[in-house]
């Protein structure tokens, strides 16, 4: 069974870098044509695509947040990554990632999620 | 950038009973609609994909319906575990969601 991770710090200081990654059991990601997102949903707010990432490594940004926004994989760790830089507190949400097949395409399945918090 | 708005923001309903979401996107997104579950501390869950067609394991309790620029979730007789947070996605131009209706306990 597919499930994907999140990890990184909770807490990030404004005009640094958020940096998290999405860990994949139960199928690799190099052998499967699938693109791997990031969502974010700050609190008490609706649901944003951040990016997403083809198992190949081309990749594909939310035009308003592709300035401040690397997404990369690491196929012999099983992960991908997200950096998002000169962070402020609008970034404060819970960081999901979630594999989709096709771009765009809906998401299934999800990480459960990790709240980063932006705050001096 | 395609805007989905979802209503109502909260549906009260009772066990048992119909409750219907809407979901209505600024412009056609064809059956290019996605709806999800969303349960407090949880993942979102896929439950509807191409507008009507139910994900994998999804109870046949859940229907989708709608095309174009007008979309309604569906659940037919409510149960203790649908009470949630529900949103819609759009996949036609680049991926947009809508703010999510909250289904609770009338």
């Known amino acids: 069974q597919l499930q994907l991770q999140e990890s990184g710090p909770g807490l990030v200081k404004p005009s640094e870098t958020l940096s998290l990654t999405c860990t994949v059991s139960?199928?690799?990601?190099?052998?499967?044509?699938?693109?791997w997102g990031w969502i974010r949903q700050p609190p008490g707010k609706g649901l944003e695509w951040i990016g997403s990432?083809?198992?190949?490594?081309?990749?594909y940004y939310n035009p308003s947040l592709k300035s401040r926004l690397t997404v990369s994989v690491d196929t012999s760790k099983n992960q991908f990554s997200l950096k998002l830089s000169s962070v402020t507190a609008a970034d404060t949400a819970v960081y999901h990632c979630?594999?989709?097949?096709?771009?765009?395409?809906?998401?299934?399945?999800w990480g459960q999620g990790t709240l980063v918090t932006v705050s001096s | 950038e395609i805007v989905m708005t979802q209503s109502p923001a909260t549906l009260s309903v009772s066990p048992g009973e119909r409750a219907t979401l809407s979901c209505r996107a600024s412009?056609?997104?064809?059956?290019?609609l996605a709806w999800y579950q969303q349960k407090p501390g949880q993942a979102p869950r896929l439950l509807i994909y191409?507008?009507?067609t139910r994900a994998t394991g999804i109870p046949a309790r859940f229907s989708g319906s709608g095309s174009g620029t007008e979309f309604t979730l569906t659940i037919s007789s409510l149960q203790s575990e649908d009470f949630a947070l529900y949103y819609c996605?759009?996949?036609?131009?680049?991926?947009?969601f809508g703010g999510g209706t909250k289904v609770e306990i009338k």
């Open positions: 139960g199928a690799s990601i190099s052998s499967s044509t699938y693109y």
């Open positions: 412009q056609s997104v064809s059956s290019n």
């Open positions: 990432i083809y198992y190949s490594g081309i990749t």
């Open positions: 996605q759009q996949y036609y131009n680049w991926i947009t």
């Open positions: 191409g507008a009507s």
């Open positions: 979630a594999r989709h097949l096709r771009l765009p395409d809906w998401f299934d399945p």
